[in-house]
């Protein structure tokens, strides 16, 4: 018996794709802000990128009491000072966890994660201004960071400031576009690879993530609607194959 050969997608007119993938390129132009990116120059030999390594694949399991012990001895290296923070922050380790997210501040300022975890803890802890702090100057170095937008939205609310708070969730609201825009990037190169299923599931979520009714969305909705049609005329197509 032949093996069926596998289905590949056979896109739509061309010309139109990319006249909507340009749309997209375009719109996305309009709707994100400029992409910060924060450079760690944290340095570690061999060994501590290995124990890094084995530390982030227990963290990954839900082994945070294993992530800890093998971070025990970090010191210097930001990476594995913020990972074993946040295993002692699950493990309900505070003073731990707060040491760690700090030493770590200290050598790297400009950590989100660090600065992150360490607003959450001293939120639960009950010191929101130090938190309220943190957060600012979280968000003034990124400003597109949805989760500080939410934690910052939070803090708000808790201190009866229910106007920020508000104001806190449209900028996240605004933020959630940018990730949308990796899920466009991603489904242009599907599409071009012949996957025309993972291109329409990347911008279905892509759409989720934006706005309803915006100019963006509506690209995308056009464009799924282009690739879906193209995919039912493969398989329309492979059906009267395999009857001859």
């Known amino acids: 018996m032949k093996r069926p050969a596998r289905r590949r997608f056979a896109p739509p007119p061309v010309s139109a794709l ?8 375009f719109c996305a132009g309009v709707v994100s802000c400029a992409g910060l990116v924060s450079c760690a ?20 399991k839900g ?16 990476p594995s000072l913020v990972l074993r923070g946040k295993a002692l922050y699950f493990r309900d380790e505070r003073a731990g966890a707060e040491a760690c ?13 660090a600065a992150l975890f360490l607003a959450r803890l001293l939120r639960d802890s009950g010191k929101n201004d130090e938190a309220a702090r943190v ?12 989760r500080a937008l939410r934690l910052a939205s939070d803090l708000a609310a808790a201190g009866g400031d229910s106007e920020s708070a508000a104001a806190f969730l449209d900028r996240a609201v605004e933020a959630s576009a940018e990730s949308a825009l990796v899920f466009i990037d991603r489904a242009r190169f599907r599409w071009i690879g012949g996957n025309g299923d993972g291109a329409l599931e990347d911008l279905g979520r892509a759409e989720a993530l934006l706005p309803w009714n915006t100019a963006l969305s509506r690209s995308i909705g ?13 398989e329309e197509s492979e059906k009267t194959e395999e009857d001859k």
Request: proline share 1%; no cysteine; glycine share 4%.
């Open 18 to 25: 990319r006249v909507f993938f340009a749309a997209l390129v």
């Open 41 to 60: 120059k944290d340095k570690a030999d061999d060994a501590a990128l290995l124990l890094y390594a084995k530390a982030s694949s227990a963290y990954a």
């Open 63 to 78: 082994n945070y009491s294993g992530t800890a012990e093998l971070l025990d001895g970090a010191k210097n290296f930001v």
């Open 101 to 113: 997210f700090r030493r770590a501040l200290r050598l790297n300022a400009s950590s989100v994660e």
């Open 135 to 146: 957060t600012e100057t979280l968000i003034r170095n990124n400003p597109q960071d949805i």
């Open 222 to 234: 056009e464009l799924r609607f282009l690739i879906a049609r193209g995919n039912k005329q493969t």
